[in-house]
């Protein structure tokens, strides 16, 4: 079993910065791909950023220049810097993992919230 254990949530100020963290554990887990998803209340969720294990990465176009995704392949964890921050960047972020056998797990969501 796969856990994700994520961190970093918070309040901040707009045009200000938070860092989310996602470490998964499992025996013998290792992953093909990580990434965040957020949801907003009344709204789906939707893609933040991925990054595969090789290092490539796609962003949404509304957190392009403002939020960078990185990860540590020998720790299975995944970091998503935030900056420049808006209100609509509120929601639940949510770490997603794509295992190399081709499974998906999700993390419990950390809440980021923007507001003066």
């Known amino acids: 079993q796969v856990q994700l254990v994520e961190s970093g949530g918070g309040l901040v100020q707009p045009g200000g910065s938070l860092r989310l963290s996602c470490v998964a554990s499992g025996s013998g887990f290792s992953f093909a791909a990580m990434g965040w998803y957020r949801q907003a209340p009344g709204k789906q969720r939707e893609l933040v950023a991925t990054i595969t294990r090789g290092g490539s990465s796609v962003y949404a176009d509304s957190v392009k220049g403002r939020f960078a995704i990185s990860s540590d392949n020998a720790k299975n964890t995944v970091y998503l810097q935030m900056n420049s921050l808006k209100p609509e960047d509120t929601a639940v972020y949510f770490c997603?993992?794509?295992?190399?056998?081709?499974?998906?797990?999700w993390g419990q969501g950390t809440q980021v919230t923007v507001s003066a």
């Open positions: 997603n993992v794509l295992s190399v056998t081709g499974s998906t797990f």
